[in-house]
């Protein structure tokens, strides 16, 4: 059985007294729900005051994005040991850092390869965009971004591995996927390919989470899909009400 992980990804949003508040907001409510893995991700001047906040609690910290390099002459950037010091997670690849910072499959692999490194936890965000959905584009362009982007990891870390679908068209539109769709994407398009790179063991063992537009109304619907193993929340994860019981549809 894959726990599940619900995973917040607050993208550019809270300052460190801002993040001080969502914490307190969250913390006995998202503590309590041990039935899921729970995951925040705030911008990376917060990581150091949510990592003290979230000592002792069973809730995960993890970064949006890290450099593959170690260290060295790259303005701006933060190498996996940094994120390393407060995480256990990282996100990659996510759909607006392809978007608007130049970020591809082969990026996206060099990250994931220094997360293997690193130690880290990769959550590897793939999805395609209203046009390529409406073309029938789907299976294509997703089997393409996981061989692309996941080739080349040890056959022990690829169990670690979490996957995100996010569909470029459900992301803060309010309109998400239906859960249907969803699990169609995760149990016959990536399901399969993680079977093809990784093995039949391995694939089982990856989770697959669902992201766009998810909320407290609608968590339960994709939680209820046999290959949908958690969920990434933007929007919703800066509203504590909301995170919380999303948390608390996948624990059930
Ligand atoms: P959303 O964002 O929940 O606001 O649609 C999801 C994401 O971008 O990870």
Same mark, same amino acid.
């Given at each position: 059985?894959?726990?599940?992980? /619900?995973?917040?990804?607050?993208?550019?949003?809270?300052?460190? #007294?801002?993040?001080?508040? &969502?914490?307190?907001? !969250?913390?006995?409510?998202?503590?309590? #729900?041990?039935?899921?893995?729970?995951?925040?991700?705030?911008?990376?001047?917060?990581? %150091?005051? $949510? $990592?003290?906040?979230?000592?002792?609690?069973?809730?995960? &910290?993890?970064?949006?994005?890290?450099?593959?390099?170690?260290?060295?002459?790259?303005?701006?950037?933060?190498?996996?040991?940094?994120?390393?010091? %407060?995480?256990? +997670?990282?996100?990659?690849?996510?759909?607006?850092? =392809?978007?608007?910072?130049?970020?591809?499959?082969? @990026?996206?692999?060099?990250?994931?390869?220094?997360?293997?490194?690193?130690? &880290? @936890?990769?959550?590897?965000?793939?999805?395609?965009?209203? $046009?390529?959905?409406?073309?029938?584009?789907?299976?294509? /362009?997703?089997?393409?971004?996981? =061989?692309?982007? !996941?080739?080349? #990891?040890?056959?022990?870390?690829?169990?670690?591995?979490?996957?995100?679908?996010?569909?470029?068209? *459900?992301?803060? @539109?309010?309109?998400?996927?239906?859960?249907?769709?969803?699990?169609? #994407?995760?149990?016959?398009?990536?399901?399969? @390919?993680?079977?093809?790179? %990784?093995?039949?063991? *391995? *694939?089982?063992?990856?989770?697959?989470? +669902?992201?766009?537009?998810?909320?407290?109304?609608?968590?339960?619907?994709?939680? $209820?899909?046999?290959?949908?193993?958690?969920?990434?929340?933007?929007?919703?994860?800066?509203?504590?009400?909301? %995170?919380?019981?999303?948390?608390?549809? *996948?624990?059930?």
């Amino acid at each position: 059985m894959r726990k599940k992980l /619900v995973a917040g990804n607050w993208k550019m949003n809270k300052n460190v #007294v801002e993040t001080r508040e &969502l914490l307190s907001a !969250l913390a006995s409510g998202l503590d309590s #729900v041990g039935g899921a893995e729970r995951a925040l991700c705030p911008p990376f001047t917060s990581l %150091f005051v $949510a $990592a003290e906040a979230l000592t002792g609690t069973g809730i995960g &910290l993890g970064a949006q994005n890290m450099h593959w390099e170690e260290k060295g002459a790259f303005t701006g950037e933060i190498s996996p040991s940094m994120v390393k010091e %407060f995480c256990a +997670y990282v996100i990659l690849g996510h759909s607006e850092r =392809r978007m608007y910072f130049g970020e591809t499959d082969e @990026t996206v692999n060099k990250k994931l390869l220094a997360a293997q490194k690193a130690d &880290l @936890t990769p959550v590897v965000c793939v999805g395609e965009t209203l $046009a390529q959905y409406e073309a029938g584009e789907t299976r294509q /362009v997703v089997v393409e971004q996981i =061989r692309a982007g !996941l080739q080349g #990891v040890a056959p022990e870390f690829a169990p670690r591995i979490v996957v995100a679908y996010e569909p470029i068209w *459900a992301i803060g @539109t309010g309109k998400a996927s239906s859960a249907e769709n969803a699990q169609a #994407v995760h149990g016959e398009m990536i399901r399969p @390919t993680l079977s093809e790179l %990784f093995g039949e063991e *391995a *694939a089982q063992a990856i989770r697959i989470l +669902y992201g766009g537009s998810v909320n407290a109304a609608n968590a339960a619907d994709f939680f $209820a899909q046999p290959d949908i193993d958690g969920a990434l929340v933007g929007g919703a994860s800066l509203k504590a009400d909301e %995170f919380i019981a999303i948390a608390k549809a *996948a624990a059930e």
